[in-house]
């Protein structure tokens, strides 16, 4: 069975600070997605990552994917109240892709 | 942009009552799923459908679940005979091949 682990389940900074969100797990994913989802919303395409090593920027957000294709990361740099929301990373498998079980992030003024 | 939509976005039953959750998938795309997430919980994968059948479906989607594709547009999942446990929201998600795009959702309760 595949699993992703999402750490940490909450985090609560200041404006302005940087953070990094970590996605880990044993198996090997042919790609990794990662989604921000709104209460009551359905999950929001941020960015996809498919290659060992590979890094990928949006704006303030970098993402990483792990050499081995089993982990990634997310860094949001300056955090704005905006960026608040859940993130989630999904790994895609054969037909399918594996949720982790997000980050709550809340960015204070 | 092209989006994802799903019909209806809230959906009550009772419980042993049979629904149907609509999807219209974006339109060139291939492949097409259902997910669903319980209350405070991980999103769970359901099943994957292509070229007319399934290709993948997980523990959950048992024979109480089914999907169709009925016409060029739509994409259903039909719960036969709800249970309490089968509340939850339900996502349909589309792919060309690598990238799924989910819908907005439909809240389904079972009462």
């Known amino acids: 069975t595949q699993l992703l682990e999402q750490s940490p389940q909450f985090l609560s900074i200041q404006e302005g600070e940087n953070l990094t969100v970590y996605c880990n797990s044993s198996s090997v994913f042919s790609s990794l997605q990662w989604y921000r989802q709104e209460p009551g919303e359905g999950p929001v395409l941020l960015v996809t990552?498919?290659?060992?090593?590979e890094v990928k920027k949006l704006k303030r957000l970098t993402f990483q994917f792990g050499d081995a294709r089993k982990d990634s990361s997310l860094h949001i740099t300056a955090a704005q109240p905006g960026d608040t929301g859940l993130y989630l990373c999904?790994?895609?498998?054969?037909?399918?892709?594996?949720f982790g079980q997000g980050t709550r992030l809340t960015i204070n003024p | 942009e092209p989006e994802v939509t799903q019909t209806p976005s809230h959906q009550v039953t009772q419980m042993g009552q049979e629904v149907i959750l609509r999807c219209v998938p974006i339109?060139?795309?291939?492949?097409f799923y259902w997910y669903r997430q319980i209350l405070g919980q991980k999103v769970e994968f359901l099943v994957s459908?292509?070229?007319?059948?399934?290709?993948?479906k997980s523990e959950i989607f048992d024979d109480q679940f089914s999907v169709e594709r009925p016409d060029g547009s739509n994409f259903t999942l039909k719960i036969r005979s709800t249970k309490l446990e089968d509340s939850a929201m339900y996502f349909c998600a589309s792919s060309d091949y690598a990238e799924q795009f989910f819908g907005p959702g439909t809240r389904l309760t079972v009462l």
């Open positions: 339109s060139n795309h291939l492949y």
């Open positions: 999904a790994g895609a498998g054969a037909q399918k892709l594996v």
């Open positions: 459908f292509y070229n007319n059948e399934i290709s993948e």
């Open positions: 990552v498919v290659t060992g090593g």
